[in-house]
């Protein structure tokens, strides 16, 4: 069964930092490009990251660049989301997703299986 598990969120004070785990569980995630995306209340989900397969070229939107570090641990399974300086806009539900098939992402092959998400609130 494939499986996606999201932990680390959690109530921080702005300027603080987080790290999100996503653990996969089913299938070897290091075949499979993955992406965090969130949601805040009221707006669109937003790509907030992104990783090949081989872990190269890391991807940012640009609200989170130089402050967020995706990497991938494939020895556990594991993509983490390291988060600095955290600001009340990053406020969302992270979630993290895998593409449909193994390799890298791209038109005939999204990132598909999602997991449940995991609640960031920044606020002082």
């Known amino acids: 069964q494939v499986q996606l598990v999201e932990s680390g969120g959690g109530l921080v004070q702005p300027g603080s930092s987080l790290r999100l785990s996503c653990a996969a569980s089913?299938?070897?995630?290091?075949?499979?490009?993955v992406a965090w995306r969130r949601q805040a209340p009221g707006k669109e989900r937003e790509q907030v990251a992104a990783?090949?397969?081989?872990?190269?070229?890391?991807s940012y939107a640009d609200s989170v660049k130089g402050r967020f570090t995706i990497s991938r641990d494939n020895a556990k399974n594991t993509v983490y989301l390291q988060m600095n300086s955290l600001k009340p806009e990053d406020t969302a539900v992270y979630y993290c997703?895998?593409?449909?098939?193994?390799?890298?992402?791209?038109?005939?092959?999204?990132?598909?299986?999602w997991g449940q998400g995991t609640q960031v609130t920044v606020s002082s």
């Open positions: 997703a895998r593409t449909q098939l193994p390799g890298e992402m791209s038109r005939l092959n999204e990132y598909t299986y």
């Open positions: 089913g299938f070897n995630l290091a075949n499979y490009a």
């Open positions: 990783i090949s397969w081989r872990g190269s070229n890391p």
